[in-house]
């Protein structure tokens, strides 16, 4: 079955960088778009970022600019670079991908922005 693991989560100050990586298995990977979500306590999840097989992006308005999402077919991996982190951009952030109509999750990495 398809499998999604995140890492590179931690604590920065506001103004920092922190690079997320999901690594994916059981999966094809290279035809299908993948994803980054976050959230927080007692919001809906909310969608960051998102990438198609053919590279095409899409960004949240509160990360535009800042962040950038992009991919490795060979090496089966999303990654999530994230800049001039914002304390409001602290969450628990997940990786997605949604294949055959099923939705599938990573158990999540916190991100905490804070001095």
């Known amino acids: 079955q398809v499998q999604l693991v995140e890492s590179g989560g931690g604590l920065v100050q506001p103004g920092g960088s922190l690079r997320l990586s999901c690594a994916a298995s059981?999966?094809?990977?290279?035809?299908?778009?993948m994803g980054w979500y976050r959230q927080v306590p007692g919001k809906q999840r909310e969608l960051v970022a998102t990438?198609?097989?053919?590279?095409?992006?899409n960004y949240a308005d509160s990360v535009k600019g800042r962040f950038t999402i992009s991919r490795d077919n060979l090496k089966k991996t999303v990654s999530l670079q994230m800049n001039s982190l914002k304390p409001e951009d602290t969450a628990v952030y997940y990786c997605?991908?949604?294949?055959?109509?099923?939705?599938?999750w990573g158990q999540g990495t916190q991100v905490t922005v804070s001095s």
């Open positions: 059981g999966t094809i990977f290279s035809i299908y778009p």
């Open positions: 990438i198609t097989s053919v590279l095409i992006t």
């Open positions: 997605n991908s949604k294949q055959a109509g099923i939705n599938y």
